[in-house]
């Protein structure tokens, strides 16, 4: 019961660190009953510290030079590697080296073949054509040369011009149509193995005379194209198969001095003979070309 008196305030009570309870953090946890003492302290996460970890100190090692490594001796691997660059270097100036003497050679064997071997006199090609063809020229039977024949619309002739070409190894060729058959259907077919003409065409044997002088060599039946044309026809000794008494093909390599007589077999159409032409070549020489008188 009241007496009537205003209520007395309590006396304050003085809380320190020591009356207070420990909080949970700090308490330790009593083990439970059965479980491992030591497992449990194992499991437990470490208290983290409050102390921070001071960094260390950095170093500038760009600025000071006592601080940067110590530079080490190249490695065997690094001194053989110059090696290689000197074999490469070696095999380059070989090279070079070869290059110039195969041009030196190239060279030197131009100038010998137009002007050294075999004396022959270069004129402009009889039949005007490109300098790609190396020039023939026609001789009479004196040896004297003649400027005024030997092309298509002006041929040599038959059994009185020799014509000649000089060759890449310096020596010279020449080519004389001594005697022509002009019905040689019967001679060729002699020969059961050779085939009979054109239903068209006729044969016709050309006895050839082939002579070399000079350096190096030639063979005729690989070097020397032999033709027959006329107005509707044209036939070559290397596209017929027809053996004759003494066929081209017979004629081994001839060298300086050497001289050779062939016959070779060609066809004609009928009633062309009028306009007959016997075109001859070497492989780089122009086409020189014979008639009839």
Do not use: K
Not at 17 to 38: R, Y
Not at 51 to 56: L, M, N
Request: proline content about 10%; glycine content about 8%; charged content about 15%.
């Amino acid at each position: 019961m009241s007496d009537g008196s205003s209520p007395q305030p309590l006396p304050a009570l003085a809380l320190d660190d020591a009356a207070l309870p420990a909080t949970t953090a700090e308490a330790p946890l009593a083990p439970a009953q059965g479980d491992d003492p030591q497992t449990d302290t194992a499991q437990a996460e470490p208290a983290q510290s409050d102390t921070v970890q001071a960094e260390p100190a950095r170093v500038d090692t760009w600025s000071d030079p006592s601080l940067l490594p110590h530079p080490s001796a190249p490695s065997e691997r690094a001194r053989s590697s110059a090696l290689p660059i000197v074999a490469i270097v070696l095999s380059s100036l070989a090279l070079a080296v070869s290059s110039l003497v195969l041009v030196l050679v190239l060279v030197l064997g131009g100038l010998f073949y137009y002007f050294g071997g075999a004396p022959y006199e270069l004129s402009d090609p009889v039949g005007g054509y490109s300098s790609m063809y190396t020039p023939g020229r026609v001789t009479d039977a004196s040896g004297a040369v003649v400027t005024d024949v030997g092309t298509y619309d002006r041929p040599a002739t038959l059994g009185e011009h020799t014509l000649s070409w000089p060759t890449v190894s310096g020596g010279i060729v020449e080519v004389t149509i001594t005697e022509v058959d002009w019905d040689a259907d019967a001679a060729v077919a002699a020969d059961p193995a050779n085939p009979p003409p054109d239903p068209s065409a006729g044969y016709v044997l050309a006895t050839v005379d082939v002579a070399y002088t000079g350096p190096g060599g030639t063979v005729p039946n690989e070097d020397l194209y032999l033709c027959l044309e006329s107005m509707s026809w044209a036939s070559c000794h290397m596209d017929l198969d027809v053996a004759s008494a003494a066929p081209l093909r017979d004629i081994g390599a001839l060298t300086d001095g050497d001289r050779a007589t062939a016959i070779v077999a060609l066809e004609l159409a009928e009633g062309e003979r009028g306009s007959a032409l016997f075109s001859i070549e070497t492989i780089d020489g122009e086409p020189l070309y014979l008639a009839e008188r």
